[in-house]
């Protein structure tokens, strides 16, 4: 890899730094190491020199007179000037080790902050703190400042960023490739109980953490048409563009845990071309031009949510051409460089498709070798085939992208053609194989033509994949067995899972602590990078100080969690509550409504004198999501989930034994907060719906018990953990089959359950909306009449299973045993692992 990705040096003449309210250890007179490129030491003195240097010059104001923003981006430059050498270091070690990289090009990266992270991996935490306080301020009110880039929706945008993190630290030569959204995941915010979007302008206080580089510009081109030429005898095809934007690369360091290695993470920024401006402008058309401006910086301007709407798509293909042109561009002529001979490309890199959204770039390869460095096309096959391996992440039909033909062809017409060629060899081989089935060829095209013509992206994906892989154990098999069986059929040998996995440093270390600090005192510190060595604690659960202690974190972070939720919501977490947390992307499919019907179901049941008040286990359900703003439905559960919450966070029948909680704007730094502090995680999709979940191994790591269906990766903690340290409820993926295939009928749940009638009546009575029945009727509606994802149909199993988490969780020492044994059983689910296995199965590369 070229040296590109380090721009400042720290100074070697130190400039006056300004010494008051430094406290007691004023910084030493002595200047920062010689060497161009230094680490600087870690003692607090020399910290608290570069703080003020940077303070001073980089942001040219004097400590008594700085902001707290001020004061967070001199921190974070200080921290990243103990990063660079290693940077520095990193890349050139991998460029002259010549060794095979990872290109990981995911069109979302949900990185959290980069403060508490780059502090961990460098052992500056403690080092800074004290600096701090040398220098009178708060290290945490200065970690507080900083805006996490959430530049992804969900689980598969924080997958990306575990994943990075876990091969910093492994050492693997990995660039992650995506989008620099100006606008991240959108603030949302409640009005009357219902979600308000918000933009997130992320960067307008300034962003320590990147590094722009205008001078490795890339341009993409779009639109236009090809047209074919005579080249010495040999038919070629160009692409002639009609309009180009550039690519402008931002670095983001990627530390690697106490190893140091740095790793890099480019992600890309449109801008205009000069170009471009120059012919409107010249044309007199002014406003034009900067219409024109404004167009092509769109590009990178906002996040896609997950169901974007029509006139959205446009948009979205453009920025998915653009960031993957960008990126093999990049990697093509910067990172091996104009003479490297491409016929080597598969010994140098393999590019990772996180999900469909990157598979342009397959096309864009072939376009390349063929169309400018000539290769033959089947030669050009064999190699790309060799490039790309592909992971899909979701089993529902609708998130299974598909581009019409008649877009993809306008706006990249060349690309269009390669992948018709594409499809017409592969349906060649299908017709081989299975001479005569042309039915079997029609279902397998990558370009469809049900109801209009269009490209099928996983398809297109899977033929170019040296690998496709699931993300949980079932979710690979229903790959294999539903939604790419024909594929299967063909090519089993292509198949394969990767279950995911998270990383220990974010979401046990820097998340949980007080976690962290009993398991080190107990193993020592290796299982930060080696989470399989948690199951050393398996003994422990029988220790009864052991077990003490580690109620004690849990009432730590419970604490935490608390002070976190009231600055910033002004909510209360009553002392003494079983703490269930439910924290995930609003969807239906996910199921917050089976979950708030419980609530509704208890509360119920005290006003009706079933139960009463003091039978009730005292607890709080947290529920954190987002809806992407053009899903209706999603909203309106926000909406239910908010007025149920006013109504019995007040009712005094209740004695404050239930509550709802529902702080706006779940983000990664929020998750980080109350995972901790979990008792019970809900992990309650319909089965066969969730490809694997990552919350659920968070919880679990952070020793919450699981209450969950047989769903994603909620099987294999269920087998690691144990089925008495778990709590199982609801269909199998084959029962829902069945279900659904002898019709479901949910209103028959419905008549024949009291319970759930009266929870879903004393919904539709108006009692949650000021008398007014109709508020949530098109809840209640779908749920009656559709339910298309058994919400009725698991009702019953999940109250029982509800029963069965009380009684549990009143045994305070057994609750704590199956907490204990879940932290010790789930070292599994460590993004290390989950790289391992992509590096082994898939990847074939390794450290260097
Ligand atoms: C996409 C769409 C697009 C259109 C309509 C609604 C919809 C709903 C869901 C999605 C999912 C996008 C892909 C995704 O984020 N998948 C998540 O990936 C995680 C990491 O592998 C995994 O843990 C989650 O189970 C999976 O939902």
């Not at 040398?134 to 960023?161: F, I, Y």
Request: with cysteine; charged share 25%; net charge negative.
């Amino acid at each position: 890899m070229s040296a590109d990705v380090v721009l400042p040096v720290p100074a070697d003449e130190s400039p006056d730094t300004e010494i008051d309210h430094i406290g007691p250890s004023s910084p030493p007179t002595h200047a920062l190491a010689k060497a161009p490129v230094a680490t600087p030491q870690h003692s607090v003195d020399a910290f608290v020199k570069v703080f003020l240097q940077e303070l001073n010059t980089g942001q040219g104001v004097t400590l008594s007179r700085s902001t707290v923003n001020d004061q967070y981006l001199a921190l974070a430059r200080t921290v990243r000037q103990y990063l660079m050498t290693r940077w520095l270091e990193t890349s050139r070690h991998y460029a002259e080790s010549g060794s095979k990289a990872i290109g990981y090009l995911s069109a979302e990266y949900l990185l959290g902050r980069q403060l508490g992270n780059a502090l961990l991996a460098t052992d500056l935490g403690e080092v800074a703190e004290e600096a701090m306080r040398g220098c009178g301020l708060d290290l945490a009110r200065l970690r507080a400042q900083e805006v996490e880039p959430g530049l992804g929706n969900g689980g598969l945008g924080r997958l990306a960023a575990c994943f990075v993190d876990s091969l910093a630290t492994m050492g693997i030569p990995c660039i992650g490739y995506g989008i620099r959204y100006e606008y991240g995941i959108f603030k949302q915010s409640f009005v009357d109980g219902r979600q308000v979007e918000q933009p997130d302008p992320w960067l307008a206080l300034g962003n320590p953490w990147e590094f722009p580089h205008p001078e490795a510009s890339v341009q993409v081109n779009f639109g236009g048409h090809t047209e074919t030429y005579d080249d010495g005898g040999v038919q070629r095809t160009r692409w002639v563009p009609d309009w180009n934007v550039v690519g402008v690369p931002y670095n983001y360091m990627v530390p690697g845990y106490h190893n140091g290695k740095v790793n890099t993470l480019r992600l890309w920024s449109a801008k205009a071309t000069n170009a471009f401006d120059l012919a409107l402008f010249n044309s007199g058309d002014y406003p034009e031009a900067v219409r024109a401006q404004t167009f092509a910086e769109n590009i990178t301007k906002v996040l896609y949510p997950e169901d974007s709407t029509p006139q959205g798509r446009e948009l979205r293909l453009q920025q998915q051409y653009f960031f993957v042109a960008c990126s093999i561009r990049d990697f093509i002529e910067r990172v091996l460089g104009p003479d490297f001979d491409l016929h080597q490309l598969p010994e140098r890199i393999i590019f990772q498709l996180n999900d469909t959204h990157p598979v342009i770039a397959v096309p864009e390869l072939m376009r390349i070798l063929v169309d400018e460095r000539h290769f033959e096309w089947d030669e050009a096959w064999q190699i790309t085939k060799q490039c790309f391996a592909y992971t899909c992440h979701t089993l529902l039909p609708e998130a299974l992208e598909v581009w019409p033909t008649e877009l993809l062809g306008r706006l990249l017409p060349r690309h269009l053609e390669i992948i018709r060629r594409i499809n017409a060899d592969f349906l060649d081989e299908v017709r081989a194989s299975f001479p005569g089935d042309e039915q079997r060829v029609r279902n397998m095209s990558i370009i469809s033509d049900d109801p209009n013509s269009s490209v099928r992206m996983a398809f297109l994906a899977t033929v170019a994949g040296t690998k496709v892989n699931g993300v949980a154990e079932l979710h690979s098999q229903l790959l294999a067995d539903k939604v790419l069986h024909d594929f299967d059929e063909l090519w089993p040998e292509k198949f394969t899972n990767v279950t995911n996995g998270i990383t220990p440093r974010r979401f046990i270390c820097l998340a949980n602590p007080w976690l962290s600090e009993l398991i080190s005192d107990t193993l020592g510190v290796g299982w930060v990078t080696d989470l399989e060595r948690l199951a050393e604690l398996e003994p422990y659960a029988q220790d009864p100080d052991f077990r003490r202690a580690f109620r004690e974190v849990k009432q730590k972070a419970k604490v935490h969690a608390s002070d976190i939720l009231r600055a910033r919501d002004g909510i209360e977490l009553p002392p003494g509550h079983l703490v269930d947390i439910m924290i995930k992307r609003l969807h239906e499919y996910k199921r917050q409504t089976l979950k708030l019907l419980h609530v509704v179901s208890l509360y119920e049941q005290v006003l009706s004198g079933e139960i009463t008040a003091s039978q009730l286990q005292p607890r709080t359900v947290i529920f954190g999501a987002k809806a992407a703003p053009g899903y209706w439905m999603a909203k309106e559960i926000i909406h239910l989930i908010n007025a149920v919450g006013s109504v019995i966070n007040t009712d005094p029948r209740l004695e404050g034994r239930l509550k709802i909680a529902f702080p706006a704007n779940y983000n990664v730094t929020l998750a980080e907060r109350l995972i901790p502090a979990a008792d019970l995680s809900e992990q309650i999709s319909l089965a066969g719906l969730e490809a694997s979940g990552t919350g659920n191994m968070k919880l679990a790591l952070n020793g919450a018990l699981t209450i969950g269906t047989d769903d994603g990766a909620n099987v294999e903690i269920r087998r690691l953990v144990g089925d008495e340290n778990f709590f199982l409820f609801g269909l199998s993926e084959p029962e829902v089959a069945a279900l659904r295939d002898s019709g479901y009928r949910p209103r028959q749940y419905y008549e024949s359950n009291p319970q759930l009638r009266a929870a879903l009546d004393l919904i539709s009575s108006g009692i949650f909306s000021n008398g007014n029945r109709e508020a949530f009727a098109p809840i209640v509606s779908s749920l009656l009449n559709e339910d298309r994802f058994m919400v009725l149909a698991d009702f019953q199993s999940y109250m029982e299973a509800q029963l069965r988490v009380r009684e549990a969780f009143a045994d305070e020492e057994e609750w704590t045993k199956k907490a204990i044994l879940n932290v010790a059983r789930c070292g599994f689910f460590s993004s290390d692992r989950a790289m391992g296995d992509y590096l082994r199965e898939i990847w074939h590369a390794s450290a260097i």
